[in-house]
T-cell receptor, first 113, second 112 residues
Framework: GENVEQHPSTLSVQEGDSAVIKCTYSDSASNYFPWYKQELGKRPQLIIDIRSNVGEKKDQRIAVTLNKTAKHFSLHITETQPEDSAVYFCAASMNTGFQKLVFGTGTRLLVSP | DVKVTQSSRYLVKRTGEKVFLECVQD?????MFWYRQDPGLGLRLIYFSYDVKMKEKGDIPEGYSVSREKKERFSLILESASTNQTSMYLC???????????FGSGTRLTVV
């Protein structure tokens, strides 16, 4: 089955810096890659996603890139703010109709003022 | 807004007890999922269901079972709770055409 690895496990940056979180997946049939943000004590929320027919997608300060050949995808956050502090999860799924996601192990991002 | 409601936010149970975790969604979603979340391990899929009375094992089904008698309700059952099942349990639902899961607020289960 699919396996998703995520790095780093923790990331500390200064406010205004950029942050990059990287994930690799094992199954070349995976074609959907969402990113979730989980603030302390709250449920995970989808923040951005990308499908395998696209190489990059942006939404204001966040972007996701996908390299299908290397089977890795990354989350980029620019001009980080303290409210970006959270745990971020990447995930991957195949278009099986079940929409089953396999998640990475998470990255705790801490943005210091 | 789609709502996914988990019946308990915190639960403390004794070893050997049979435990029921309930999840209800209000938007007629076909697919429902149970994950457990542990520090350093991320979210791991226990079971999922794609229709009433249909269920599929996820990556870590041992010690768990599920029930989906109605489309809106997906129950996770710990047949005989053990201390290694102490965890945060998250329910999620999705329907075709949606872009992401809607998660419940989670149930933090402690088995003593």
């Amino acid at each position: 089955g699919e396996n998703v690895e995520q790095h780093p496990s923790t990331l500390s940056v200064q406010e205004g810096d950029s942050a990059v979180i990287k994930c690799t997946y094992s199954d070349s049939a995976s074609n959907y890659f969402p990113w979730y943000k989980q603030e302390l004590g709250k449920r995970p929320q989808l923040i951005i996603d990308i499908r395998s027919n696209v190489g990059e997608k942006k939404d204001q300060r966040i972007a996701v890139t996908l390299n299908k050949t290397a089977k890795h995808f990354s989350l980029h956050i620019t001009e980080t703010q303290p409210e970006d502090s959270a745990v971020y999860f990447c995930a991957a799924s195949m278009n099986t109709g079940f929409q089953k996601l396999v998640f990475g192990t998470g990255t705790r991002l801490l943005v210091s003022p | 807004d789609v709502k996914v409601t988990q019946s308990s936010r915190y639960l403390v149970k004794r070893t050997g007890e049979k435990v029921f975790l309930e999840c209800v969604q209000d938007m007629d979603h076909e697919n429902m999922f149970w994950y457990r979340q542990d520090p350093g391990l991320g979210l791991r899929l226990i079971y999922f269901s794609y229709d009433v009375k249909m269920k599929e094992k996820g990556d870590i089904p041992e010690g768990y079972s599920v029930s989906r008698e109605k489309k809106e309700r997906f129950s996770l059952i710990l047949e005989s709770a053990s201390t290694n099942q102490t965890s945060m349990y998250l329910c999620a639902s999705i329907t075709s055409g949606m872009e992401g899961y809607t998660f419940g607020s989670g149930t933090r289960l402690t088995v003593v």
